[in-house]
Structures are given as C-alpha cells and as structure tokens.
C-alpha cells in the first residue's frame, strides 16, 4: 500500500517520490497501529523518517491525507479480469478481494475505518466516494459483460447484486474470522452465481 503520487502544489517545490512513499507507507502502518482516530500527523511524518513539513507540503490535514493515500491506492486496483464466465469473473473477483483482506494492514484498516465512518460524518462520505463507489463500479462492468453474454437477466438489480457480492467475503474474514480457501472460494462463487441468476 505504497507508492501514491502526491500534487505538486502550483508554483511550489518539488516533491521527491522517495519521500511521498516513504510518508505513505507510514501512514497506512500508524492507520493499522493506532486507528485513525488516533492517528496523529507527528507519528506519521516521525515512522517515515521525515518533518511534519513535508506531510503539510502535500496534503493539507489528516482528512486529505487519509482520503489521497485511500484513493489512489484503490485507483490502482486492476479491474476484474474478462474470463469469457460469469463463474470465472466471479472467482477472479473474490480471489482478489481474499488478497486484499487478508494482508495483515487492510485487515487492520478496513474495520476500524467503517467504525470511524459512524463517528465522522465527513470521513465516511469521503470514503464513500473513494472506495465503495469506483469498485462497485468495478464489479458493475463484470455483472453488464455477464448480462450481454446472455448469463444473467438484463433486468439484474445491480444495487442488490453488488451488495451480494461484497458482502458475504468481508463478513467471513472480518466477522467470523475465518480464512478463506480455494475451495471456499469457489463454493462461494457457485452460490453467488446461482443467487444472480435467480
């Protein structure tokens, strides 16, 4: 979860990648660690080796930090893969959602954000937009393959399948706590493709 490019602000320094890795990857560590509700800018810019400077040099707060660093790390997820099968996007899509899971800072991360979300209002809205929304439209391309190839209804209710989809995943990793294998997976994606064409 590293690697994100910060603006460079009009007219101002130049910002050196080393640097904006170095803050990045401290952050989502001190978010893993700390929580973001504790998170302070000072331990970040101190687990990345660099001045508080250099954070307010590219982002403005911890607000647009988390938002910035949270964004571009989604943008940079590839999208589904066209496996020519429902069932096979559908096992594509979970294999890589499993991956992201079940790294030890998403695992983390991802629970305390959504718990977060209730206390501030800005965050989630913000979360929203960054996040949830550019996979749901993500997985919304893999469904509309899906209805052009004949496999599912042209009637589908994306709303609802998209829930399906992301639902029982994070439930089994961040609730019950319980590792996902191949075999589940694929059992996972056979119950799924059969709910979708229901």
Do not use: C
């Not at 170095?22 to 978010?31: N, Q």
């Not at 209002?121 to 052009?148: N, Y």
């Not at 209804?153 to 992301?166: F, M």
């Amino acid at each position: 979860m590293t690697g994100p490019s910060a603006p460079r602000p009009l007219g101002g320094p130049v910002l050196q990648d080393s640097v904006t890795a170095a803050i990045s990857a401290a952050f989502f560590e001190e978010l893993a660690a700390a929580g973001y509700s504790k998170l302070s800018l000072e331990a970040v810019a101190k687990r990345a080796g660099a001045g508080k400077a250099a954070i307010y040099r590219r982002w403005s707060s911890k607000l647009e930090m988390a938002i910035a660093l949270i964004s571009d790390v989604v943008a940079n997820t590839p999208e589904p893969p066209d496996s020519g099968t429902l069932r096979g996007d559908l096992l594509a899509f979970l294999t890589e959602a499993a991956e992201l899971l079940r790294h030890p800072l998403p695992a983390k991360i991802i629970p305390d954000l959504l718990a977060e979300v209730g206390r501030n209002p800005e965050l989630g809205q913000a979360l929203l937009t960054a996040v949830r929304d550019p996979r749901r439209v993500r997985a919304t391309h893999m469904l509309e393959r899906s209805i052009e190839r004949g496999e599912l209804p042209a009637d589908l209710d994306l709303t609802l399948a998209n829930d399906l989809l992301a639902g029982p995943l994070y439930w089994h990793f961040a609730i019950a706590n319980t590792p996902a294998t191949p075999e589940y997976l694929g059992r996972l994606a056979d119950k799924l493709l059969a709910a979708l064409k229901a």
